[in-house]
Structure formats: structure tokens, C-alpha cells
């Protein structure tokens, strides 16, 4: 069965997105290294977005140039919305619109392929962790603290298994967990 894969970066104080969804934060990493999502999208073959995080990644990632969007850009994109119609990609295969977050991701973890990748989409990220559907979380965790925001994680008590800690760019560190 496919694996469903959720990455996040993360302040050390464990938001998402600062007060009033502020990302500014991300630019103290986007001339980190991504060596580990260039292996990343060698193992999967779907990405899957809610429609915030789909009007963010299209209004970048189908004309972008650097060394990982032909990859990303390949990837099936599947978008959980139940405000949007379609959900175009420029150039690229549009993505599929689907409503039901997850009745689409049980059905997509039992087709054959490689693992499916969930970038951003906290509270698509929230449903499917409650469901039990999130095989591993990955944090980018960056070295500041926001104070406020939007958490990465819902109030509700989740255990996690540490897979494995790794120094990252500029003393932040990537963390990978299994939920139990």
C-alpha cells in the first residue's frame, strides 16, 4: 500500500504559519539545501493539496526554474476542495478536484504507485491525521520561534514514533515521525 507523506515547515514553537497566516518566516530557508526533496520526489508519484496551498504552489511551481520543479511538476496533483472547479497547472496535466478528503486518499494509498506526498494543508493535514490516514510526518523544523499562528498539529493528543533526526541547513533540523 502507498504511503501518505505530509512535510511541513515548522518554527521551533510549532506553527505553520504565523499570526494572519503570515509565511514570511520561509524566507529565512528557501536558499536551503533540498537535496532531500530532490530523493523525496524519486519516491513519489501523486501530490496532494488542499485549495489554499493549490493557489500558492500554482502561482509558483508551474513556471519555476530551479532544480525541482520538472519533478514536482510531473507529479499527479490531486486538490481537496470543495470551492473549486478544476484546478489547472499551466503547461502541465491539470490536477483532479475532489471533495471528499477521505474517502479520495483511502482510495488513493490502494492503487498501485509510488507514495503520496502532502505539502502545507494544515487542515487537510488535521482531517486526514484524525482519520488515521498519514503514514509519516515530516517537519522542516527552522530555528525561530513565531509566538502565534497556526499550528502544525490539531489540540487533539496524537502519538508519534521518531524515525529519524537530521541537522538541516542553518541549525534547523528535519524530523521524521510515524504516527501510532
Not at 91 to 113: C, F, I, M, Q, Y
Request: glycine content about 8%; hydrophobic content about 40%; some cysteine.
Amino acid at each position: 500500500m502507498r504511503k501518505l507523506i505530509f512535510q511541513e515547515y515548522v518554527s521551533l514553537d510549532g506553527y505553520a504559519a504565523g499570526p494572519g497566516d503570515d509565511l514570511s518566516f520561509f524566507d529565512t530557508v528557501t536558499d536551503q539545501d533540498d537535496r532531500d526533496n530532490l530523493l523525496l520526489l524519486d519516491s513519489v508519484d501523486t501530490m496532494l493539496l488542499g485549495a489554499t496551498t493549490y493557489r500558492l504552489f500554482v502561482g509558483y511551481w508551474p513556471t519555476a526554474t530551479d532544480e525541482l520543479a520538472p519533478k514536482l511538476n510531473r507529479l499527479r496533483k490531486v486538490v481537496v476542495s470543495s470551492t473549486l472547479e478544476s484546478a489547472p497547472w499551466g503547461e502541465w496535466e491539470p490536477g483532479e478536484v475532489v471533495t471528499d478528503a477521505v474517502g479520495a486518499v483511502s482510495a488513493l494509498k490502494r492503487e498501485d504507485g509510488k507514495d503520496i506526498v502532502l505539502w502545507g494543508s494544515i487542515s487537510l493535514f488535521h482531517s486526514l491525521l484524525t482519520a488515521g490516514l498519514v503514514d509519516e510526518v515530516q517537519l522542516r523544523v527552522c530555528p525561530l520561534l513565531l509566538g502565534g499562528g497556526k499550528p502544525v498539529f490539531p489540540s487533539a493528543q496524537v502519538s508519534l514514533e521518531l524515525l529519524e533526526a537530521t541537522p538541516w541547513a542553518g541549525n534547523g533540523v528535519v524530523l521524521r515521525y510515524r504516527p501510532n
